[in-house]
Nanobody
Framework: QVHLVESGGGLVQTGGSLRLSCLASGSIFRINAMGWYRQAPGKERELVAEIIDGTNTKYMDSVKGRFTISSDAAKNTAYLQMNGLKPEDTAVYYC???????????????WGNGTLVTVSS
């Protein structure tokens, strides 16, 4: 089994910062990519940032310059440093990972259960 667990969400004021963490655990052979998605009530889940092979990163336009995704391969962990938070960033943030698992025997997409980020104005 592979499990993703997010942490680091909370309540902050506009302009504040949070650092989200996503820990992947289980029968992991290799993590090809990890990403952060978010979903606000009544809205579609959207890709916020992703990191491929621990180096290549991509961000949605609205968070460029404010958010930074990184990873620690040794810890099977991804991070999302969020600075200059805005009310429109309020959402449940989900970790996603494309993982080759010893148990599954192939590339599989996994999701965490989410962590809530609330930005007050």
């Amino acid at each position: 089994q592979v499990h993703l667990v997010e942490s680091g969400g909370g309540l902050v004021q506009t302009g504040g910062s949070l650092r989200l963490s996503c820990l992947a655990s289980g029968s992991i052979f290799r993590i090809n990519a990890m990403g952060w998605y978010r979903q606000a009530p009544g809205k579609e889940r959207e890709l916020v940032a992703e990191i491929i092979d621990g180096t290549n990163t991509k961000y949605m336009d609205s968070v460029k310059g404010r958010f930074t995704i990184s990873s620690d391969a040794a810890k099977n962990t991804a991070y999302l440093q969020m600075n200059g938070l805005k009310p429109e960033d309020t959402a449940v943030y989900y970790c996603n990972a494309d993982i080759i698992s010893w148990m599954a025997g192939g590339l599989t997409d996994y999701w965490g259960n989410g962590t809530l980020v609330t930005v007050s104005s």
